[in-house]
């Protein structure tokens, strides 16, 4: 039995390996659809929406907790009410398991600053 992505942890990645192929990556964007795989398939992003800049830059804070904890770093560009996510593998210059371990831990992420967001403007 395979185990989710949201399951699994990021590994050390010490390069020397190939990037996925764009068929792997695409196979493995389908657990975390909203990203983007652009033309040259060597990185996955997402723009996320937020109501303001205060909850933009809090989601940001807890990327950069999930990435320290992970030992994997997106990059990240942010404004009022928005945030763009962008993930490679920066040592093998492509794609890697790694990046959409992220993609899915960022989405669940998302999804609870969205819950607490609601449950404050009940
Ligand atoms: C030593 C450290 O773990 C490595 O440099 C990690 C840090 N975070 C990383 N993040 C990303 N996106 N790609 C990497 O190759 C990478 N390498």
Redo the contacts with the bound molecule.
């Keep these: 039995m395979t185990t989710a992505l949201a399951d699994k942890t990021c590994t050390?990645?010490r390069?020397g390996i190939p990037p996925l192929e764009r068929e792997e990556a695409e196979a493995l964007r389908a657990n975390c659809k909203d990203w983007e795989l652009p033309d040259d398939g060597h990185r996955i992003e997402r723009k996320f929406h937020f109501t303001n800049f205060r909850e933009a830059l809090n989601f940001v804070e807890g990327v950069g907790e999930l990435?320290e904890a992970e030992?994997?770093?997106?990059e990240i560009c942010f404004g009022w009410g928005y945030a763009k996510v962008s993930?490679?593998?920066?040592?093998?210059k492509g794609l890697?398991e790694?990046?959409f371990i992220?993609a899915v831990k960022i989405d669940r992420l998302f999804d609870s600053t969205r819950a607490s967001v609601a449950d404050r403007n009940k």
């Design positions: 050390p990645c390069g990435a030992r994997h770093h997106p993930l490679q593998t920066k040592k093998i890697h790694n990046d992220m």
